[in-house]
């Protein structure tokens, strides 16, 4: 007699992507940027008239061009994970843990946002767009992290990719959902630009996880770093205009530093997770003593 667990594995769609790949990552990228795009056309054939050029200029426009898009979105990854049973292994402990080293990252992330939260001349905005703007922020981290730290890093562990590999795929998955802005009519060096941090701060995210072993740490960073940085700019992926407090401008270098850190924590992610969902033993040479 066939048991629930032995009925659930023999269906097409669980079996499908119980079986781990790279390209089932992208696959899954891919799919969620088509609903997500397609959510915010849908809500801007129904509601563009009341949607401001500016999302954050009253708090319909939030609400409306950027958190009911995202809320969609949340809701779509979460029953996909849900009907493939993975949440208690997402959301559980991390198999393989990071080095000490890793803890830069949280470190270094949480500063400008701290930063900012103090930096940011709240009274400038009209009510409620504030609030509505960190809750959107929580969305993103949600969503965006339970995608490519979460859904890619599993995919790419099960097809038994080592960790420097599940590190850069899931990076550049991250990067790519950056890349639909060219739809919004972004020049491509603001584009391209906004591509690169998003990598870099891909990699400062996965360290995040191994650090803390937890997926709700890189929602949470992430989660507040999207809606500083809006407030602190006034747009989406975009510079900065006119003075800016001393708070403000202390944070502003920290995108380099994000991506100097990425670039040297590339050269210092090792270890392999296993079929079975543990850490494989190795052996550890002077660089990977330091993990």
Request: proline share 4%; net charge neutral.
């Amino acid at each position: 007699m066939v048991g629930p667990e032995e009925y659930r594995e023999s269906l097409g769609w669980t079996r499908f992507w119980n079986r781990g790949a790279w390209w089932k990552a992208l696959l899954a990228a891919v799919v969620y940027l088509v609903l997500y795009e397609g959510t915010s056309l849908l809500v801007g054939l129904a509601w563009g008239g009341e949607v401001d050029p500016n999302p954050f200029a009253n708090a319909r426009s939030v609400f409306l061009g950027l958190l009911l898009p995202l809320v969609v979105g949340a809701v779509l990854l979460f029953v996909f994970v849900a009907t493939l049973r993975w949440l208690p292994e997402l959301f559980g402990r991390q198999p393989i843990r990071g080095g000490r080293w890793m803890w830069v990252a949280v470190v270094v992330t949480l500063v400008p946002v701290g930063l900012r939260l103090f930096g940011i001349d709240y009274g400038s905005y009209a009510a409620g767009v504030v609030p509505l703007t960190f809750v959107a922020g929580l969305f993103i981290g949600f969503t965006e992290e339970l995608l490519t730290r979460g859904i890619a890093v599993k995919l790419l562990r099960d097809a038994g990719h080592g960790e420097w590999a599940v590190a850069m795929i899931s990076s550049a998955l991250f990067a790519l959902l950056h890349a639909v802005n060219l739809l919004g009519g972004q020049p491509i060096v603001t584009v391209a630009a906004t591509v690169g941090f998003a990598f870099a701060f891909g990699v400062l995210m996965y360290l995040v996880l191994r650090a803390t072993g937890s997926l709700v740490w890189p929602m949470l960073i992430h989660g507040l770093t999207d809606p500083t940085t809006f407030l602190s700019t006034g747009g989406v992926d975009v510079v900065a205009r006119g003075e800016q407090g001393t708070l403000l401008q202390l944070a502003a270098p920290f995108n380099i530093v994000f991506m100097l850190l990425a670039l040297g924590a590339i050269c210092c992610i090792r270890g392999r997770v296993g079929a079975q969902g543990a850490e494989v033993s190795r052996r550890y040479d002077g660089m990977h003593a330091a993990e």
